[in-house]
């Protein structure tokens, strides 16, 4: 006869095991490494030169274009005056400069356009066309590389009733968030405060519409003519509790940072749910490299301030995490809320921090032990 206590014991020890199992596997059934590697990477954060009356406020954006130039979207200027709790929103309160490969300073684009309230992010497509997402206007706008405005999609808000999405709309696809649940915006670009936007092979728009109200993703033709939306607020697959940043790889499949449920969502481009990454902290920023095999790109933010911890992994597009660099701080090297990520070549990447006030320039060394 076997005694009560090694029973008890043995039973115990598998308990345990399986707890572990189950916190190791992430829902698609990606177990996340006892260790993750930390990866060999240079910095520096003194390579762009800026003419001497103009400064960087929160980096919000940063993007590269085929040639190797440097947009940076910052938060900068008056864009705002407060009234009691309440704030009025004028223009002017962003700014977008474009720099050469080697940091040199080239010119400012959009000085005084009438979206540039807050910033959140600056995206160059295949063509080299510079897009911006503006939270505080409400609106994405398309510049050419001339610096011409070809598209506005959204509209700033005014003094003024906008229209809402009706109360007896009809429901959204099945698997769609459905016209009227929390979140679910209403068909078009009635965006509040968006955050990112991407773009597939075929010229498809993406935008994740979700820091304010809204918590879904609103799919656009090249024309700018609306396809579909997908999610609501929630914590079911396919719903987000912000969706922060979003990305696009070359199958046309999209990540979705959902900040909010630490969770960074993949799906295919109609928006139907594929899978999901849960081993990279809080997801901030999201970035798909080019070249023939695509990495993903994620910025960890840690707490709301990015003091408590911070980092920035790059995984596998199956959600395999390759390794992880930096940490928390004001020293080069550390981050301090990585709003942006460009990841156009795989070890070269540009970093815009919302709370240093600055861009990195990173170099990884992967294969050098540490």
Same mark, same amino acid.
């Given at each position: 006869?076997?005694?009560?206590?090694?029973?008890?014991?043995?039973?115990?020890?598998?308990?345990?095991?399986?707890?572990?199992?189950?916190?190791?596997?992430?829902?698609?059934?990606?177990?996340?490494?006892?260790?993750?590697?930390?990866?060999?990477?240079?910095?520096?954060?003194?390579?762009?030169?800026?003419?001497?009356?103009?400064?960087?406020?929160?980096?919000?954006?940063?993007?590269?274009?085929?040639?190797?130039?440097?947009?940076?979207?910052?938060?900068?200027?008056?864009?705002?005056?407060?009234?009691?709790?309440?704030?009025?929103?004028?223009?002017?309160?962003?700014?977008?400069?474009?720099?050469?490969?080697?940091?040199?300073?080239?010119?400012?684009?959009?000085?005084?356009?009438?979206?540039?309230?807050?910033?959140?992010?600056?995206?160059?497509?295949?063509?080299?066309?510079?897009?911006?997402?503006?939270?505080?206007?409400?609106?994405?706008?398309?510049?050419?590389?001339?610096?011409?405005?070809?598209?506005?999609?959204?509209?700033?808000?005014?003094?003024?009733?906008?229209?809402?999405?009706?109360?007896?709309?009809?429901?959204?696809?099945?698997?769609?968030?459905?016209?009227?649940?929390?979140?679910? =915006?209403?068909?078009?670009? %009635? @965006?509040?405060? #968006?955050?990112?936007? !991407?773009? +597939?092979?075929? /010229? *498809?728009?993406? &935008? $994740?519409?979700?820091?304010?109200?809204?918590?879904?993703?609103?799919?656009?033709?090249?024309?700018?003519?609306?396809?579909?939306?997908?999610?609501?607020? =929630?914590?079911?697959?396919? %719903? @987000?509790?912000? #969706?922060?940043?979003? !990305?696009? +790889?070359?199958? /046309? *499949?999209?990540? &979705? $940072?959902?900040?909010?449920?630490?969770?960074?969502?993949?799906?295919?481009?109609?928006?139907?749910?594929?899978?999901?990454?849960?081993?990279?902290?809080?997801?901030?920023?999201?970035?798909?490299?080019?070249?023939?095999?695509?990495?993903?790109?994620?910025?960890?933010?840690?707490?709301?301030?990015?003091?408590?911890?911070?980092?920035?992994?790059?995984?596998?597009?199956?959600?395999?995490?390759?390794?992880?660099?930096?940490?928390?701080?004001?020293?080069?090297?550390?981050?301090?809320?990585?709003?942006?990520?460009?990841?156009?070549?795989?070890?070269?990447?540009?970093?815009?921090?919302?709370?240093?006030?600055?861009?990195?320039?990173?170099?990884?060394?992967?294969?050098?032990?540490?």
């Amino acid at each position: 006869m076997v005694p009560f206590s090694s029973v008890f014991f043995r039973g115990v020890r598998w308990l345990c095991f399986g707890a572990l199992a189950t916190t190791l596997l992430s829902s698609d059934g990606f177990q996340a490494p006892a260790s993750i590697p930390e990866i060999v990477f240079d910095a520096s954060a003194d390579f762009l030169k800026l003419p001497a009356d103009i400064y960087l406020g929160e980096v919000a954006g940063v993007a590269t274009n085929s040639r190797g130039q440097l947009f940076v979207y910052t938060r900068t200027g008056n864009p705002t005056i407060a009234v009691g709790n309440s704030r009025l929103f004028s223009h002017g309160g962003s700014r977008l400069f474009e720099f050469d490969r080697s940091g040199g300073f080239v010119r400012e684009i959009g000085q005084g356009v009438y979206a540039f309230l807050v910033a959140h992010a600056v995206r160059v497509d295949p063509q080299d066309n510079i897009w911006i997402v503006d939270e505080g206007s409400n609106q994405v706008v398309k510049f050419n590389a001339d610096g011409r405005v070809l598209m506005i999609l959204g509209r700033k808000p005014e003094a003024v009733s906008i229209r809402v999405p009706s109360s007896n709309a009809s429901a959204a696809p099945p698997g769609r968030g459905s016209a009227g649940a929390p979140g679910a =915006g209403g068909a078009g670009d %009635q @965006f509040t405060r #968006p955050s990112d936007v !991407a773009f +597939d092979s075929e /010229g *498809n728009i993406f &935008v $994740a519409d979700g820091h304010g109200a809204n918590a879904r993703i609103a799919k656009f033709d090249r024309n700018g003519r609306f396809l579909l939306s997908w999610g609501s607020r =929630g914590i079911e697959t396919g %719903q @987000f509790n912000t #969706p922060h940043s979003i !990305a696009a +790889d070359a199958q /046309g *499949n999209v990540y &979705v $940072a959902d900040q909010g449920n630490k969770r960074i969502q993949v799906f295919d481009g109609t928006g139907a749910f594929k899978s999901q990454i849960t081993s990279v902290g809080v997801p901030l920023a999201v970035c798909v490299g080019g070249g023939a095999h695509q990495y993903l790109y994620s910025s960890h933010a840690g707490d709301q301030y990015g003091m408590d911890d911070a980092a920035i992994y790059k995984l596998e597009l199956d959600g395999r995490v390759v390794g992880k660099f930096g940490s928390a701080g004001k020293q080069l090297k550390q981050f301090g809320l990585v709003n942006a990520i460009d990841c156009r070549t795989e070890n070269n990447l540009y970093v815009g921090e919302l709370t240093n006030w600055r861009v990195q320039k990173l170099t990884l060394h992967p294969s050098q032990p540490r």
